[in-house]
């Protein structure tokens, strides 16, 4: 069997989509599997690699999502393999705080070189995003005895309880699944086409906003973080405007209050730096990774200053799976792929060519309000022509009209409009190109 990275890299189609394989598949899907998962595509995978996943009916399908970013590196990439498999054959798991292994320690140390700021770092490992943004908010409020969380409009920390109530949009993440956890509060995002205000004068209006709510209402002094996504993800790819994150994060400096950046969907070389604080300079206390972490397998982490992460009491932080080494190992190496293989400035690379063809989009069709996004994270915006109303239909209409064509891709937005671009950052320029030619047609049919 061809390994994933050894895949044609080609879109080829065999069946209608879904095939009939695929069909039967989904039939006991629905039979065996909670209905309220969701599913991008209707088709079950077989094998995936560079930048194609091929399905049980033999269909070649563009991979435009990269498993929601986790798979940067590719699926399948050689170096992750390589270390998995000569770490499941020495030991699977011994939990971290029961009896160490070399491997966690190894990803920590890589954590707290690659992360922004030359202070000294420390880091813990853990399961998910989701899990790590709870460590995070756990280790800032032992730091710093505070227990308020400032958290954005349009953000998505995940789905556990606490980080439920730091997201912001209702359905389908909260619906229903209340009561949410308390001292959590949502201050505005400066969402540049989105801006009510004077748009000359957006950062400084929104970070206005921003102290004010924090100073009169939480109380500056009952703050223990901030936490931002530095491009926001499910929020639909809100690229804040330019000084706010440098603006938010001395505001908080000067307040003791600490700065998280959630870099679970940005992280690893997405977009186009290693983390996307890196475009204004900007060094969180604490950063929180996940996703492109670990080549597919499941880990999460929490880096930040030294007397931050020893803040917590002794055990305080810790679970049986986290930083298992089977995922350890597969950071190491999708860590050296993106290191050695130069994949940030592929993602840079693969930038220049979507913000193009979007751009050519959005002269063409009126649909298109907004492109925006930095390297190999990208969306765009659809909209009712010459209004910033949501268009729903269209994206959703386009989205389908891609996979029927064999190209995925994959959602975002509080309003639902939204279609996002996370290629793996191995996919070949041909097939990329391809794919944005097919989005094309796609949006000139919706438009
Ligand atoms: C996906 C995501 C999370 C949650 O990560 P999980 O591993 O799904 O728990 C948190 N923050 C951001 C920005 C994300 O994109």
Redesign the pocket.
């Known amino acids: 069997m061809t390994s994933g990275p050894h895949l044609p890299q080609e879109r080829r189609l065999v069946t209608a989509i879904p095939g009939p394989k695929s069909q039967e598949l989904l039939a006991r899907r629905s039979e065996a599997t909670s209905a309220s998962l969701g599913m991008a595509i209707p088709v079950f995978v077989a094998q995936a690699g560079g930048g194609v996943i091929i399905d049980v009916d033999g269909n070649s399908i563009i991979d435009m999502a990269a498993g ?2 986790t798979v940067n590196v590719g699926n399948s990439a050689d170096r992750v393999v390589a270390n998995v498999l000569k770490q499941v054959q020495s030991f699977t798991h011994t939990c971290f705080t029961v009896a160490p292994y070399s491997g966690y320690v190894e990803v920590c140390e890589a954590l707290n070189r690659l992360t922004p700021g030359t202070f000294k770092k420390k880091s813990l490992l853990v399961n ?4 790590a ?1 709870e460590n995070a908010v756990k280790i800032a409020r032992a730091f710093t005895k505070r227990q308020a969380i400032v958290v954005f409009e349009h953000a ?4 556990t309880n606490l ?1 439920m109530a730091m997201t912001a949009k209702n359905i389908p993440y909260k619906e229903g699944f209340g009561p949410f956890a308390p001292e959590v509060y949502r201050v505005p995002m400066a969402y540049p086409f989105r801006w009510l205000g004077d748009a000359s004068k957006i950062t400084e209006e929104a970070l206005d906003l921003v102290t004010h709510k924090i100073e009169k209402e939480i109380g500056a002094h009952n703050v223990a973080a901030i936490v931002i ?1 530095p491009i926001q ?2 929020g639909g790819f809100v690229v804040p405007s330019k000084g706010f994150l440098p603006g938010l994060a001395a505001f908080a400096k000067a307040n003791g209050i600490l700065f998280i950046a ?1 870099e ?3 992280g690893f070389a997405r977009t186009g730096d290693f983390f996307a604080c890196n475009e204004e300079g900007v060094e969180p206390d604490i950063m ?1 990774t ?2 492109g972490i670990g080549g597919g397998l499941p880990l ?1 982490a929490i880096t930040g200053r030294a007397e931050v992460m020893d803040a917590a009491v002794s055990s305080g932080v810790g679970g049986t799976f986290g930083g298992n080494p089977v995922a350890c190992a597969a950071a190491l190496g999708a860590i050296a792929t993106i290191e050695e293989d130069n994949l940030v400035a592929r993602a840079r690379h693969m930038g220049t060519i979507i913000s193009k063809a979007l751009e050519a989009m959005k002269s063409k069709y009126a649909i298109v309000g907004d492109v925006r996004g930095r390297g190999a994270m990208q969306a765009i915006e659809l909209v009712m022509p010459g209004t910033t109303e949501p268009n729903s239909k269209a994206m959703m209409d386009a989205v389908k009209y891609c996979q029927q064509k064999g190209v995925l891709l994959l959602t975002a937005g509080t309003y639902s409009n939204v279609i996002r671009l996370l290629p793996p950052l191995v996919m070949p320029d041909a097939l990329l190109e391809e794919a944005l030619a097919i989005l094309d047609e796609a949006i000139a049919a919706s438009n």
Not at 128 to 131: I, L, M, R, V
């Open positions: 929601i970013a998910s995003g989701a899990e943004i998505y920390h995940g789905r980080t996504e993800g499910e959630d679970v969907q940005t929180v996940a996703k999460g």
